[in-house]
């Protein structure tokens, strides 16, 4: 046994007894989370073999959630009040930082990275400044592109960049993972000192099958998803779209004005109704009764709500895990370790159909991004 110098001093076995050789990695890659909500990226990142080291959310709803699921995670709640040396060593950090201040779905003026919830990603950077892991996932809402003429996303890209960190972005849809929902969120990747790392992870060398619309044998456009109604298998009649528009952060008390498009129809009775909370979990593609929580000392509407805000701010397991196996690939090439299941960045068959993306090495380089209207 020797010990590889970029391996925290973990042994790693010598294959064939040759030092040189490949070696096996014997500790899984640590993962660590912040504003980790339900755990989208957790449990992600745990499917591909992650071992989750740290957690920080400040909701009591969804802390109660995480310590059912992930009992044994060092948790804190606010990330104002941590410092780099709090959060242990960790390969990667996640972070899916608030939304609200740069999000379309709050119509009218946008505080962008100047609002007091989206400027917490400074304090992310401030943790980043101190601690430098090797890989960043930063999370959000496509808005977050277009907030302020993009100038918004030019500070997040440019405050990283000064700490030492290539950059890449790539508007992902999770409808392309197997999930029944059309949910498209921007994964910003940095890898600290590697200009290719970036893309490595983000973009697959191979093409899949494309990303038009599908056309039947008579070349005749397929009809949308969201029409195509799949009938609901416990209800009298009841139906609902194959794929789902994008859920948000909802109340339970129905406003009328709220963003909600998606409804079971009773067409036989003339009758619809929103999704439960359980069906919302279906539609993110967490398992079922993920966000029920250790303790419920709720009144029923609250809990609704608030289960309706933790699932529409969620990241959807599938993606996460996606990126999370770029992500172990790309960490074990660099660090000359490979595994079991070891088949290169872009060897697995990936899911298709992202839209917008380039890559940024330093703030000074053009950016260029696809509008987006979500
Ligand atoms: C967009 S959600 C992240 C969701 C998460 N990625 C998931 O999969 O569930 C942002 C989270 O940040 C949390 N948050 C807000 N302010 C915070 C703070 N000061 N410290 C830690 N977490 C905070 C919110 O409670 C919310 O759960």
């Known amino acids: 046994m020797f010990t590889h110098p970029e391996n925290g001093g973990v042994p790693v076995a010598p294959l064939n007894g040759k030092a040189s050789a490949k070696v096996i990695r014997l500790r899984p890659h640590a993962l660590a989370s912040l504003f980790s909500g ?16 740290f957690q920080c959310e400040i909701s ?6 995480l310590k059912r699921h992930f009992p044994k995670v060092p948790r804190t709640t606010n990330i104002k009040e941590i410092n780099g040396a709090d959060i242990p060593t960790s390969d990667v950090w996640v972070a899916g930082f608030p939304c609200q201040d740069v999000s379309l779905a ?16 400074f304090h992310f950077a401030r943790l980043v400044g101190e601690s430098r892991p090797r890989v960043l996932v930063v999370e959000n809402v496509p808005g977050l592109l277009s907030s302020h003429q993009g100038r918004d996303f030019g500070i997040v890209l440019g405050t990283l960049a000064e700490l030492g960190y290539s950059l890449g972005w790539r508007v ?18 940095g890898c600290h000192r ?45 139906v609902t ?28 009775q003339g009758a619809v109704r929103r999704l439960t909370p359980s069906e919302c979990e279906g539609v993110m593609a967490f398992p079922p009764s993920w966000s029920v929580p250790s303790e419920v000392h709720w009144d ?46 872009g060897g697995r068959d990936v899911a298709a159909g992202a839209a917008g993306h380039a890559t940024c090495a330093s703030p000074l380089e053009p950016l260029v991004a696809e509008a987006s209207t979500s």
């Open 106 to 121: 709050r119509m009218g003026k946008r505080d962008g990275l100047k609002g007091q919830q989206s400027g917490l990603f």
């Open 172 to 189: 992902l849809n999770s409808k392309n993972f197997g999930v029944p929902q059309s949910r498209q969120r921007v994964f910003l990747v």
């Open 241 to 268: 779209p194959a794929i789902a528009y994008c859920l948000y952060a909802e109340s339970a008390r129905h406003t009328g004005t709220d963003w909600s498009r998606n409804y079971v129809v009773y067409p036989s």
């Open 300 to 345: 029923e509407e609250t809990y609704d709500t608030l289960r309706y805000h933790a699932l529409g701010n969620a990241v959807t397991p599938p993606v996460a895990e996606w990126l999370a196996g770029r992500i172990r690939d790309y960490l074990d090439l660099r660090l000359g370790l490979r595994h079991e299941h070891q088949d290169g960045i």
């Open 38 to 53: 339900i755990g989208g990226f957790d449990l992600g990142f745990q499917r591909a073999g992650f071992e989750i080291s």
């Open 60 to 65: 009591d709803f969804c802390q109660a959630i």
């Open 194 to 238: 590697d200009r290719e790392g970036p893309a490595q992870i983000l973009f697959e060398p191979e093409r899949g099958g494309g990303d038009a619309s599908p056309r039947g044998s008579d070349g005749a456009a397929a009809v949308s998803p969201f029409k195509r109604v799949v009938e609901h298998p416990g209800g009298e009649g009841a």
